[in-house]
């Protein structure tokens, strides 16, 4: 039998062991060992990935505790996830790569180097999840959250990954030599199998449902005005967002020196820095107050060439040329400014009050409101400071909840919660009562689709321009038509491995019959390359 050596079993060979020419001990304990762990870090850096294209939704928190760590604006979650995605494709082409080892039986020496970069990719790992338990782990509900979007599809993939590697496991179960390893690989074999067969109907997907049956599309409220195609907070951003279909205006108000209520998100030690070039205007002051700055000291400030600079959702470069001038000379808009964009639009305005002062602040934003004309509907009341006055001073205002005691306890009929915070069938038990429902802050497809399907009545969004388009949710499916393809899927699944497995069986026969004794187990039983069997076929 001729051993010319193909050039992808080189390549392979190569690439895995950083070994070019064929070595001769082929059974090596701690090869086995480094295979396992190859297959486990890989395993671990997709589960990674998936945590970070999922917790994408929330880059901005990341970037955010970054800002206020340094004091300047960096994407940090943008550099994990590159840094994520480089790892994970390494760590699954490592795996691929001692899959073909094992496929053309060539020993799995992994090379030292690969061992280090696994050990690296581990670490980063570890460190990465200890960071989220430890500074972020309200987004860990965001993981079983999406496994709910994504699960029947999931499965389907989990099912074709699984045919994929049987043959892998039927060769393995060939070449064990010892009847309880047999006997284990079997078990452990069966069990996955089942599971991953057999999961469908615990998947409980809010989106598996008939059209017929789907909830009107959430309405859409845009985060800070349309932050991806302005500067956030300003009236280019809130004008722009008009043009996605808004029906409310999320804002942040604070109060100035000589009490008028303007629109900024940041407070407290950061106040200013991100969003406007207060270092230059004012340098050497350090401002953490909104209280430091006079209205007419504020609207010197130029609140839109950040934007252009540190592109936070890098989408500066598709504006247009007259957009780029409009964002470059943005200024701090006063509540009343965007009050009158709302009057004048019919679009109801929602706002945060950052109120160190909550007894005077509430007065004066209340008394702003009311001299402005709006239709007191319109505006949907947040701030639980001083409630109970603005109830008696503003009757006409919508009152609006952070979380559903509050809600129940008030009597109330609107509620504003993060997205994570209610399960899907709160949320529907809640749109039952007819209780306005709006979650936030929704950015992505996926999450979009999954609340639609639930029944939110709207979401709080930074990329309106993304989501006005949708006409349906993604990974809308009826139950029946999942039911009967994921039957046919876990049929064909369990038809093929059967073939798989019968063929391998059929193959060891032929090497018995063309008595080919003594049988080395390494030549003969597990080769499953078509021209070595019609090799043996043709030399009996
Ligand atoms: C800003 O206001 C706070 C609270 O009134 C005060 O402690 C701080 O000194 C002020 N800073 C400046 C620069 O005026
Ligand atoms: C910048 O905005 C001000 C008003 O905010 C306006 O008067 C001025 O013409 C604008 N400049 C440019 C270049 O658009
Ligand atoms: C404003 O919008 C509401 C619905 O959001 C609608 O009921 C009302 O008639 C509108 N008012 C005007 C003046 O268009």
Redesign the pocket.
Known sequence: MSQDESCCRVYSRGLYSCRWRRSSNNRNRAACCWFSVVTLVSLLSLCWMYICLVTFNDQDDVNWEGFKILKRWVNWFMLLIIISAVLTSYCVLLLVFALFQVALQEPLNLHWLHKIFLFFGVTFIAFGLTGISLKWKQEWPTVPLSLLAIGPFLQFGAVGALTLLSPFVFRALDTAKKQCSKFLITVVFIAVSAFIFLCPPFIKSPCLIEKYALPPKPKLIGHRGAPTLAPENTMMSFNRSIACGVTVFETDVQLSKDRVPFLMHDHESEFLRRTTDVKEKFPGKYFNHSSNLTWAELQRLNAGEWFLKTDPFRSVSELSKEEM??AR?Q?IPSLRQLLNLAKQHNISVLFDLYSPDIENDTEDTVNTILSSDIDPRLVLWLPPGKREYVKKNAPGFIQVYKDTDMLMENNGSYLNVKYSKLKMEEIRNLRAKDITVNLWVVNERWLFSLLWCAGASSVTTNSCDLLKDMDEPDWLIGLERYRTIWIIVDVASVLIMTGLYVFQWRKQCVCHKEGMEPLEEKECPGEWLIHKEAEYVNLG
């Open positions: 001038e409009t000379n200024s």
